[in-house]
């Protein structure tokens, strides 16, 4: 009954928005890119389709897409064996596993905020309790976990690149948050979805720390534009981590789809063309910083992902509105995203450059922001 409730709670913001076809509405609303996915991998799936790659597989994913990843991430400095690996429908379903495995009721599970909103959702569904920590200028230091310790947190889920904040985690505060799990026994996931999608900044995976019980958590959704393929993985060193969740897997969903798990072996080899990708990213977040600094608002300079987290100084659903029916702009209010986030909103900026630039000219009118927010946001 209260699972249900949970569920019932989504409100719509939080619910997946089908894309418009609307051309005069630019949509900076939903967290998917508009690039496609990379033919080779189209070619690959469509080869599985006609080869009669269309049974069940092992419940932890094919041997030879365990391989594609497990030499990938040595690109992270992570050393893995097949053992460690476990190929998932997605890495929301991975978020899912992870945390249902560890939280029993009353579980306290610590996050950062501004977080990704299913986390708290997902959470509180496993029936654990979510606490949040703020990050003083959006870094972490150790005296920022002491919520933790006061509310005696056993796991701790950070999103490195973050959404909705565009955060790379800095070596030292890994390190603090590393150290941190190893003296109070706390398991640590960290899900790393975006972690080809990173302008200036040197990506670290929590997967090159020893001796820390952590499940890292990957997807080809986000960085290969394959988010309907519904495609992640999962690494861990802790066994009983990867036999927990291969029976899970096994009892929900017996193991990820078939012939879209052949299309990806070779995904490696289309890594160098995604760097045209976060280039066209990196274009749209300085077009976007500089405009909306321009008119005002407060946002936070992303070093990765394709978000970014705005202080509009006033309810973000109202301006929100505002954006809607005024500039057929849409953008999501941050609300969700924590307890203190209601001043924000969150842009998603995976979009063709020309779409962008077509935004920034309606918005770069500087009075209406100004007008609007001496109204508080009222009409
Ligand atoms: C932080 C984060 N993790 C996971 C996901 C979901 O990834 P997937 O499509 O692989 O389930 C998203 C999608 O928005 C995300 O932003």
Sequence with gaps: ???????????????????????????????????????????ATQIGLGTNKTHYTDSKGIVELREAISSYLQKFDIPSTLDDIIITPGAMQAVFYSLFIHVEEGTKVGLFEPAWLAYN???????GIP?????????????????????????????????PTGKVWEKKELDIL?????????????????????????????????????????????VFSMTGWRLGYIYSKNKKNIDRINKLQQITATCPNSFVQYGAIDFEAELSKIQTQVAVYKRNRDLLYKTLSKINLKPLFPDGTFYMWVNVGMDGKKFAEKVYNDYGIVVVPGKPYGNDT??????????????????????KDIKWVDAYKKLGGEK
């Design 1 to 43: 009954m209260k699972r249900i409730k949970i569920l019932d709670s989504l409100t719509e913001s939080e619910s997946l928005k089908t894309r418009t076809d609307n051309q005069k509405l630019i949509n900076f609303g939903i967290g998917d890119t508009a690039f496609i996915t990379p033919y080779p991998i189209i070619e």
């Design 121 to 127: 959702k997902i959470i509180k569904v496993c029936g």
């Design 131 to 163: 606490v949040f920590c703020s990050l003083k200028n959006n870094r972490l230091t150790i005296t920022a976990l002491e919520v933790f310790i006061e509310n005696d947190v056993k796991v701790i889920i950070i999103n490195n690149p973050t959404n």
């Design 178 to 222: 590393v150290n941190y799990c190893k003296e109070n026994k706390v398991l640590l996931i960290s899900d790393e979805v975006y972690n080809e999608i990173v302008y200036d900044k040197k990506f670290i995976s929590i997967g090159q720390y020893k001796g820390i019980n952590s499940i890292v958590i990957g997807s080809f959704s986000k």
């Design 342 to 363: 209601q001043n924000f909103i969150r842009i998603s900026y995976a979009l063709p450059t020309e779409k962008v630039i077509r935004a920034c000219k309606r918005l």
